[in-house]
Nanobody, 120 residues
Framework: QVHLVESGGGSVQTGGSLNLSCVVS????????MTWFRQAPGKEREEVAS???????MYADSAKGRFTISRDNAKNTVYLQMNSLKSDDSATYLC??????????????WGQGTQVTVSS
């Protein structure tokens, strides 16, 4: 059974930082592309960042220069370091497993999410 558990969310002020974690079990993590999404109330789910099994990364324009995705295969964990946070970054952040080691944008499993709230 596949499980993804996100953590690290919280409330921060504008300009602050958070480091999200997603621990994955039940898949061959080191061979799986991982993606972070976010969803705010009333908005569509947005793909934020992805990292392939060979650590190639992709970022949404909204995340470039501020967010960094990384992975630790020994810990079956993917991270999202978020800096210079803005109010528009407030959302529930979820991680997802891709069906392949490259980022095919075909996602198989999702976590429950962790809430990020950015206030001025």
């Amino acid at each position: 059974q596949v499980h993804l558990v996100e953590s690290g969310g919280g409330s921060v002020q504008t300009g602050g930082s958070l480091n999200l974690s997603c621990v994955v079990s039940g898949v061959a993590f080191r061979y799986t592309c991982m993606t972070w999404f976010r969803q705010a109330p009333g908005k569509e789910r947005e793909e934020v960042a992805s990292i392939s099994s060979d650590e190639r990364t992709m970022y949404a324009d909204s995340a470039k220069g501020r967010f960094t995705i990384s992975r630790d295969n020994a810990k079956n964990t993917v991270y999202l370091q978020m800096n210079s946070l803005k109010s528009d970054d407030s959302a529930t952040y979820l991680c997802a497993t891709d069906l392949y080691n490259w980022c095919s944008k075909t996602w198989g499993h999702w976590g429950q999410g962790t809430q990020v709230t950015v206030s001025s």
